[in-house]
């Protein structure tokens, strides 16, 4: 079984990618049927493939990953214990012991994985408590085109809906101590930070344009800030702007120019959540996803979906279009379940190819970057009458939450792609179920060292059928390893995990999930309290 699944995916990869030159790039048509590539045209890979034992950013053993396609050397190399390994690197959790107004807060724990497909990897994600205001705040940023705009997006998204949310007195505090030049107010606690930056020598860029943004909220004179919904909307449009300022202004330093020029030409969607006490806001602008796991008092479990899709099969969302351009482009505006026949999210940040005039893309393209060794994508898709058609601003979402609502879970679409959301709910309520039937039971039993002792060898001796520890690491297992009977077999997960760099973005995506657990005690006592 395990040849014959390893097989299967090689030689139908190999049969259906027809690649041409072209320079030093190598382009395929190819468009998989399961993960559904989000550019058409055209995706991109190196000729020259890099063997160095790196995958999703950790360091393994040489054999754990093939960067060939030649058929005698494809066959499967990992061992029960490295699969295992490999899909629990990304791994992260984390309690929230915080007390607001002298309650647990009704955030309870999140625990969260990725598993890439991209090398690099193009997803990115985070998690931050803001400091001046209430609140925690999750994300989930699917990048496209690269991985420049994801990691810009993941950084400083957080900071605009901070400051969004500040009094005026705390806007003038953060202003006056940038006029005195003294230590400004932290704005952000970041429990899970969106990776190692690559953007650090050109902070003081990001953080001049956050000024000019919390010196307009000055300028509106409202005491108390914005409110949730205002904040999200117009944070997220805000910073898709300076994404797009930043590369039209003049700038000296070729390293910042070149980063804002990868920021600006690649693309990201983004999910994000914000909890504060009962009160959930999810603003979505894309195909990431976030839903709800609910159990009623009878037991029973449901969905509740706080996201749509903003892709082809969103009927407001192409009425949407339709609206915002001329009527002789009805047909032009989606092609082939494409924006523009090119890119299947509808609403995104970045991909200013598809928000600029063809002039000003070229005025900026032609101020002397090296946009092959940039990986910049030069495509103005046929039909391009209108700009922009691509918009970054998100539906948002609110939800009073409930002591029946368990957990939120938020993943880019390459688990979407596989999993639906009743499944989901499904796999993280059979995690909460099986963590709770093997945990031991120390009150009950004298906790000695003899005791630990034991219950680490039971473990230990369980090896590759010990329970995963963490929900996001079970859904991105059950989703690259179940058939299509949603039963899991190992042998397709080794294979899937054993695909070549080459090969491996054509059968699924980067996948990125973090599941937030509820407080229900906590939820309960705000309802109980007035």
């Given at each position: 079984?395990?040849s014959?699944?390893?097989?299967?995916?090689?030689?139908?990869?190999?049969?259906?990618?027809?690649?041409?030159?072209?320079?030093?790039?190598?382009?395929?048509r190819y468009?998989?049927?399961?993960?559904?590539?989000?550019?058409?045209?055209f995706s991109?890979a190196?000729t020259?493939?890099?063997?160095?034992?790196?995958?999703?950013g950790?360091?393994?053993?040489?054999a754990?990953?093939?960067?060939?396609?030649?058929?005698?050397?494809f066959?499967?190399?990992?061992?029960?214990?490295?699969?295992n390994?490999?899909?629990?690197?990304?791994?992260?959790?984390h309690?929230?012991?915080?007390?607001?107004?002298g309650v647990?807060?009704?955030?309870?724990?999140?625990?969260?994985?990725?598993?890439?497909?991209?090398?690099?990897?193009?997803?990115?994600?985070?998690?931050?408590?803001?400091?001046?205001t209430?609140?925690?705040?999750?994300?989930i940023?699917?990048g496209?085109?690269?991985?420049?705009?994801?990691?810009?997006v993941?950084?400083?998204?957080?900071?605009?809906?901070?400051?969004?949310?500040?009094?005026?007195q705390?806007?003038e505090?953060?202003e006056?101590?940038m006029?005195?030049?003294?230590a400004?107010?932290?704005?952000?606690?970041?429990l899970?930070?969106?990776g190692?930056?690559?953007?650090k020598?050109?902070?003081?860029v990001h953080?001049?344009?956050?000024?000019?943004?919390?010196?307009?909220?000055?300028?509106?004179?409202?005491e108390?800030g914005?409110?949730?919904k205002?904040?999200?909307?117009?944070?997220?449009?805000?910073?898709?702007?300076?994404?797009?300022?930043?590369?039209?202004?003049p700038?000296?330093?070729?390293?910042?120019?070149?980063?804002?020029?990868?920021?600006?030409?690649?693309?990201?969607?983004?999910?994000?959540?914000?909890v504060?006490?009962?009160?959930l806001?999810?603003?979505n602008?894309?195909?990431?996803?976030?839903?709800l796991?609910?159990?009623e008092d009878?037991?029973?479990w449901?969905?509740?979906?706080?996201?749509?899709?903003?892709?082809?099969?969103?009927?407001?969302?192409?009425?949407?279009?339709k609206?915002?351009?001329p009527?002789?482009?009805?047909?032009?505006i989606?092609?082939?379940?494409?924006?523009?026949?090119?890119l299947?999210?509808?609403?995104?940040?970045?991909d200013?190819?598809?928000?600029?005039?063809k002039?000003?893309q070229?005025?900026?393209?032609?101020?002397g970057?090296n946009?092959?060794?940039l990986?910049i994508?030069q495509?103005?898709p046929?039909?391009?009458?209108?700009?922009?058609?691509l918009?970054?601003?998100?539906?948002v979402?609110?939800?009073?939450?409930?002591?029946q609502?368990?957990?939120?879970?938020?993943?880019?679409?390459?688990l979407?792609?596989?999993?639906?959301?009743?499944?989901v709910v499904?796999?993280?309520?059979?995690?909460?179920?099986?963590?709770?039937?093997?945990?031991?039971?120390?009150?009950?039993?004298?906790?000695?060292?003899?005791?630990?002792?034991?219950?680490?060898?039971?473990r230990?001796?369980?090896?590759?059928?010990?329970?995963?520890?963490?929900?996001?690491?079970?859904?991105?297992?059950?989703?690259?390893?179940?058939?299509?009977?949603?039963?899991?077999?190992?042998?397709r997960?080794?294979?899937?995990?054993?695909?070549?760099?080459?090969?491996?973005?054509?059968?699924?995506?980067?996948?990125?999930?973090?599941?937030?657990?509820?407080?229900?005690?906590s939820?309960?006592?705000?309802?109980?309290?007035?």
């Amino acid at each position: 079984m395990s040849s014959t699944v390893t097989y299967w995916i090689f030689n139908s990869a190999r049969n259906s990618i027809a690649t041409f030159q072209g320079g030093r790039r190598l382009y395929s048509r190819y468009v998989s049927s399961r993960t559904k590539t989000k550019r058409v045209l055209f995706s991109w890979a190196s000729t020259t493939l890099k063997n160095n034992g790196q995958c999703g950013g950790f360091a393994l053993p040489k054999a754990y990953r093939h960067t060939s396609t030649e058929e005698d050397d494809f066959h499967l190399q990992l061992s029960p214990e490295q699969v295992n390994e490999v899909l629990r690197a990304g791994e992260s959790a984390h309690k929230i012991l915080d007390l607001v107004g002298g309650v647990p807060n009704t955030v309870l724990r999140f625990e969260s994985n990725q598993l890439a497909a991209n090398s690099p990897v193009e997803d990115r994600r985070g998690v931050a408590s803001c400091l001046q205001t209430n609140g925690l705040m999750f994300g989930i940023f699917d990048g496209h085109g690269g991985h420049a705009c994801a990691q810009a997006v993941s950084e400083r998204l957080f900071y605009y809906v901070a400051v969004s949310l500040m009094s005026q007195q705390t806007l003038e505090e953060m202003e006056g101590a940038m006029e005195s030049m003294k230590a400004m107010l932290p704005i952000l606690q970041w429990l899970k930070h969106p990776g190692d930056s690559i953007y650090k020598d050109v902070t003081s860029v990001h953080l001049d344009h956050l000024r000019v943004y919390w010196q307009e909220l000055l300028d509106l004179h409202m005491e108390m800030g914005l409110n949730v919904k205002e904040a999200l909307v117009y944070s997220f449009q805000r910073l898709d702007s300076d994404i797009s300022l930043e590369i039209q202004a003049p700038l000296e330093d070729e390293m910042t120019r070149n980063l804002s020029l990868q920021v600006a030409f690649s693309g990201a969607t983004a999910c994000m959540a914000h909890v504060d006490g009962v009160h959930l806001h999810v603003a979505n602008a894309g195909d990431c996803r976030a839903i709800l796991g609910v159990q009623e008092d009878n037991g029973m479990w449901s969905c509740l979906p706080l996201t749509q899709d903003h892709n082809a099969w969103n009927e407001a969302e192409l009425s949407r279009l339709k609206r915002e351009h001329p009527e002789s482009e009805d047909r032009t505006i989606i092609m082939d379940d494409r924006l523009l026949g090119v890119l299947m999210p509808c609403r995104a940040f970045g991909d200013v190819q598809l928000k600029w005039s063809k002039e000003l893309q070229r005025s900026v393209l032609e101020r002397g970057f090296n946009t092959e060794a940039l990986n910049i994508y030069q495509f103005t898709p046929p039909h391009y009458y209108t700009p922009p058609y691509l918009t970054a601003e998100p539906e948002v979402t609110y939800h009073r939450l409930r002591p029946q609502d368990k957990f939120l879970v938020l993943a880019s679409d390459g688990l979407w792609d596989v999993l639906d959301n009743e499944n989901v709910v499904r796999l993280v309520m059979e995690h909460l179920s099986e963590a709770g039937r093997h945990k031991p039971d120390l009150a009950r039993r004298p906790a000695n060292l003899g005791l630990m002792q034991s219950l680490l060898l039971q473990r230990k001796a369980q090896g590759l059928h010990a329970a995963d520890q963490n929900a996001a690491t079970r859904l991105i297992r059950h989703a690259i390893g179940s058939n299509e009977y949603g039963e899991m077999e190992t042998e397709r997960l080794t294979a899937m995990l054993t695909l070549p760099e080459d090969l491996a973005r054509m059968y699924r995506d980067d996948i990125t999930v973090t599941v937030v657990y509820f407080n229900s005690d906590s939820i309960g006592a705000y309802y109980k309290g007035g």
